[in-house]
């Protein structure tokens, strides 16, 4: 047998094992996996060959919850899907899975999700989306279908940014029950808008405030975190739970911040439900004092950065194996657009970047720091998201299974320099911390991309991956974007 490429001396990790050995790609797909003892003479023969040196090899990471080409309000993101992909090659995810959201009432999720398809054709990592329901009417049962038909099994919904993005109770519950109907997963942005809307007035009129920025009825950045209480999430998570529990759908909670949301999670699941736990880098490493730092606008993000006493018994909840899956949340905006209004937390745009960042921020806060087992970091970096999104063929290291794969020295460690990173924006809000978990070699679908700091553009070669039902069904395979 000769195969394309051979990596051998790996400590190689999945989310179930750590065996040494050597690993065998052709076409794109682990072909072999040898044991550490295999006499190098029963090798396959390899146009290319990689020594890792005993390093540890990863599965390619499956970041289930970025934002591309995004628009918040005014601001569109400054990213495009090349970039995109290109950073989180760098950042050793090779998979990648954004949201088709409408911009207004007059794109139909339908719509929007095909807009995402045809930007992603440019990706240089595989693509997967999840649609997006902002106004439930007679069309949406229709379109749902239609994006299932697509491989996009998903959908987004908010029940908070009133007047842009948010769906209202009726909307959850009638699209709750048409995923339940499709064998498919309703994600939620859980903060319970009624609150926020009171707490963004009340702060608005304290007098500091005012008398600090000169505006009544402004809130300025310094107060973000204080107009989005812990309360505000974990009553939202109740709620959609019952919806969830009503309608029979399994739920997904993109970026949990507090232990008693997760807690409500491990509750309902408890009781038989499926439902799941995100969170985000930013949620463990950082906390509400940043935002009396000298660079607020850094860390402006929704849900806000939470306390410390949070952020420690958040970490507790991962630990324990209750959080099933860590993604970025990635969100492109710079400095500049972060600062046009960072008078006022209303009008400025949300969202950090972190594609790139989001293995060695996870890795160092919970392995280095927090002694978790490098299995268990691969759970929830790779496996866990591909699982629980029906990505079949991604996530694990095994014959048969695509050839993304992560090479790192876990001791190696890097200062992060948002400006050198390639996210296309200027900042990162772990700017000056030193990280362990950098990616020295990423291969995606067999394809050696980057290599001792070197990235070699493999072009437009990123697939759209289809989610499949239950019964591992999809209607085409991988086809090119
Ligand atoms: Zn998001």
Redesign the pocket.
């Known amino acids: 047998m000769t195969v394309d490429l051979l990596i051998t001396n790996a400590t190689i990790v999945n989310a179930d094992s750590t065996i040494e050995g050597h690993i065998a790609v052709r076409d794109g797909r682990i072909a072999a996996i040898y044991g550490a003892g295999t006499s190098p003479g029963l090798l396959p023969d390899a146009a290319r060959s990689l020594d890792a040196g005993g390093r540890t090899v990863i599965p390619g990471g499956v970041d289930s ?1 970025v ?1 591309v080409e995004q628009m918040t309000g005014a601001y569109k993101s400054l990213d495009t899907y090349e970039t995109a992909s290109v950073a989180a090659l760098w950042g050793g995810t090779t998979t990648i899975m954004d949201f088709g959201i409408p911009a207004d009432s007059s794109e139909t999720p339908l719509e929007a999700a095909e807009n995402k398809m045809r930007l992603a054709r440019v990706s240089r990592c595989d693509v997967a989306l999840h649609g997006a329901v902002i106004d439930w009417d007679d069309t949406v049962p229709a379109q749902l279908e239609r994006l299932a038909e697509h491989g996009i099994r998903s959908v987004k919904m908010y029940t908070t940014n009133r007047g842009s993005t948010m769906a209202n109770g009726d909307t959850i519950v009638k699209v709750m029950r048409e995923m339940a109907r499709l064998d498919g997963l309703t994600y939620i942005h859980a903060e319970h808008d009624s609150i926020i809307v009171d707490c963004l007035a009340q702060q608005g009129l304290k007098q500091d405030a005012v008398e600090q920025h000169g505006t009544r009825g402004a809130v300025p950045l310094e107060h973000l975190h204080h107009t989005r209480p812990e309360l505000a999430e974990a009553t939202s998570v109740a709620e959609v739970l019952a919806m969830a529990e009503y309608t029979g759908s399994a739920v997904y909670f ?1 970026h949990q911040t507090i232990p008693e949301a997760v807690a409500l999670v491990q509750n309902a699941r408890s009781r038989g439900l499926e439902a799941y736990s995100e969170t985000c880098p930013h949620y463990l490493t950082l906390d509400e004092d940043v935002y009396a730092s000298e660079f607020p606008e850094k860390y402006a993000c929704c849900p806000p950065i939470r306390s410390r006493e949070a952020v420690e018994a958040l970490l507790e909840r991962v630990r324990a194996g209750e959080v099933h899956t860590i993604s970025s ?1 990635h ?1 492109c905006y710079n400095l500049e657009q972060k600062r046009s209004r960072s008078d006022d937390v209303r009008f400025m745009p949300h969202g950090l970047p972190g594609i790139e960042t989001r293995m060695p921020v996870a890795f160092t806060t919970l392995v280095i720091e927090q002694g978790m087992p490098v299995q268990q970091f691969v759970e929830l970096f790779a496996t866990g998201p591909a699982r629980i999104n029906r990505l079949t063929g991604k996530g694990i290291i095994a014959p048969g299974y695509d050839a993304d794969l992560v090479i790192f020295d876990p001791d190696e460690r890097r200062v992060v320099d948002g400006r050198a990173l390639h996210m296309g924006t200027d900042f990162s809000p772990f700017d000056g911390m030193e990280l362990a978990g950098w990616p020295s070699t990423v291969v995606m679908g067999g394809r050696v991309v980057l290599h001792e700091d070197r990235f070699s553009d493999p072009g437009p070669t990123g697939r759209f991956l289809q989610c499949r039902d239950a019964n591992n069904k999809a209607a085409l395979d991988g086809k090119a974007l």
């Open positions: 919850h934002h993109v949340d969100s």
